[in-house]
């Protein structure tokens, strides 16, 4: 079975960049679409961020699209989430996902593949 694992998350001073990683234990990232979602203390899980299987088009949330961006490195099986000019409202737990379509979803139920999530706390 595939496994997500992300990396990277940590404290860090509003304004200031963290850069997360997911790994995958099988060669899917150049094969699947994966996104990055978060889920803040109360409230639901949202989309963050996410790449398309097959190629390297990628969309980001509103709230976020410009100051993070997604890559993915096909070599390292890994894809990452360089987050930027970072504000108390992005504190959350982060999580990578994967499915198989090439629909970029926005929502969580669309995946069924998910990593343990990394915490993400920026002071102000």
């Known amino acids: 079975q595939v496994q997500l694992v992300e990396s990277g998350g940590g404290v860090v001073q509003a304004g200031g960049s963290l850069r997360l990683s997911c790994a995958a234990s099988?060669?899917?990232?150049?094969?699947?679409?994966m996104a990055w979602f978060r889920q803040a203390p109360g409230k639901e899980r949202e989309f963050v961020g996410g790449?398309?299987?097959?190629?390297?088009?990628?969309h980001l949330a509103e709230a976020v699209k410009d100051r993070f961006t997604v890559s993915r490195d096909k070599a390292k099986n890994t894809i990452h989430l360089q987050m930027n000019s970072l504000k108390a409202e992005d504190t959350a737990v982060y999580y990578c996902?994967?499915?198989?379509?090439?629909?970029?979803?926005?929502?969580?139920?669309?995946?069924?593949?998910w990593g343990q999530g990394t915490q993400v706390t920026v002071s102000s």
């Open positions: 099988e060669f899917i990232v150049s094969t699947r679409t």
């Open positions: 790449i398309r299987a097959g190629g390297d088009s990628t």
């Open positions: 996902a994967a499915h198989q379509s090439p629909i970029l979803f926005t929502t969580p139920d669309a995946y069924f593949v």
